[in-house]
């Protein structure tokens, strides 16, 4: 059966995949790390049926500029384009990511605990980033001021997760990046915020699940 490589968002670490590994015992699982709060692996072994790719907001942009022949990809509060821009009303102001950045420096885990927070994840605990993994935040930011991807490469079926009260990645941002996927379909929840693969865990496992069966 085709494997899964699981890629979080910006902020988070593979412990937000929590209960995803398991749900699919059929498959190889293999849980990607951006290296926030640990080493960074961003490596696929060799797998002859070819890997489906599942990732959390930056972590789908980043699946899909990844050199793999997916077979598949989804996303869950993924987009194409964060920043809002000339002519472009929607997205996150790049000063704000300026902002994060710099404090970055002063108080990471306070950065770290907000952002969660607009997330839709109340009390949860954080982790202080190493400098590694401080610098890997700073630069990821960098990367999310000028994502825009016009023309992905990758014509792989895809599934797109979002939720209408996002916070971070407002809807209009997966609608534009729905028209930019010729191959992806989208489905709408009323309700999950940014973090989709905890607050909605069992929803999106059962359309993950569909749509993989219908790959396989």
Same mark, same amino acid.
Request: with cysteine; hydrophobic share 45%.
């Given at each position: 059966?085709?494997?899964?490589? /699981?890629?979080?968002?910006?902020?988070?670490?593979?412990?937000?995949?929590?209960?995803?590994?398991?749900?699919?015992?059929?498959?190889?699982?293999?849980?990607? @790390?951006?290296?926030?709060?640990?080493?960074?692996?961003?490596?696929?072994?060799?797998?002859?049926?070819?890997?489906?790719?599942?990732?959390?907001? =930056?972590?789908?942009?980043?699946?899909? +500029?990844?050199?793999?022949?997916?077979?598949?990809?989804?996303?869950? +509060?993924?987009?194409?384009?964060?920043?809002?821009?000339?002519?472009?009303?929607?997205?996150?102001? $790049?000063?704000? !990511?300026?902002?994060?950045?710099?404090?970055?420096?002063?108080?990471?885990?306070?950065?770290?605990?907000?952002? !969660?927070?607009? #997330? +839709?994840?109340?009390?949860?605990?954080?982790?202080?980033?190493?400098?590694? +993994?401080?610098?890997?935040?700073?630069?990821?930011?960098?990367?999310?001021?000028? =994502?825009?991807?016009?023309? $992905?490469?990758?014509?792989?079926?895809? =599934?797109?997760?979002?939720?209408? @009260?996002?916070?971070?990645?407002?809807?209009? /941002?997966?609608?534009?990046?729905?028209?930019?996927?010729?191959?992806?379909?989208?489905?709408?929840?009323?309700?999950?915020?940014?973090? =989709?693969?905890?607050?909605?865990?069992? @929803? #999106?496992?059962?359309?993950?699940?569909?749509?993989?069966?219908?790959?396989?």
């Amino acid at each position: 059966m085709k494997g899964l490589a /699981l890629l979080h968002g910006w902020g988070f670490g593979p412990q937000a995949w929590s209960g995803w590994a398991e749900a699919f015992p059929e498959r190889p699982v293999v849980l990607l @790390d951006a290296g926030y709060f640990g080493p960074r692996m961003l490596d696929l072994p060799a797998h002859a049926e070819g890997w489906v790719g599942i990732g959390h907001s =930056l972590g789908f942009a980043q699946l899909l +500029g990844m050199d793999e022949p997916w077979r598949g990809l989804i996303g869950l +509060g993924a987009f194409l384009r964060f920043c809002s821009g000339p002519g472009q009303a929607q997205g996150a102001a $790049p000063e704000t !990511l300026d902002a994060m950045t710099a404090r970055l420096d002063v108080d990471p885990q306070d950065v770290l605990t907000r952002f !969660l927070r607009r #997330c +839709g994840l109340k009390g949860q605990r954080v982790e202080a980033p190493g400098p590694e +993994g401080l610098q890997r935040l700073k630069d990821d930011l960098d990367i999310l001021r000028g =994502l825009n991807v016009a023309t $992905p490469r990758c014509t792989a079926p895809m =599934l797109l997760l979002h939720a209408q @009260d996002d916070r971070i990645a407002p809807q209009p /941002l997966a609608q534009e990046a729905l028209e930019r996927l010729a191959s992806a379909r989208l489905q709408v929840f009323p309700s999950g915020g940014h973090a =989709l693969p905890q607050t909605r865990t069992g @929803d #999106c496992l059962a359309l993950c699940r569909e749509f993989l069966h219908a790959l396989d």
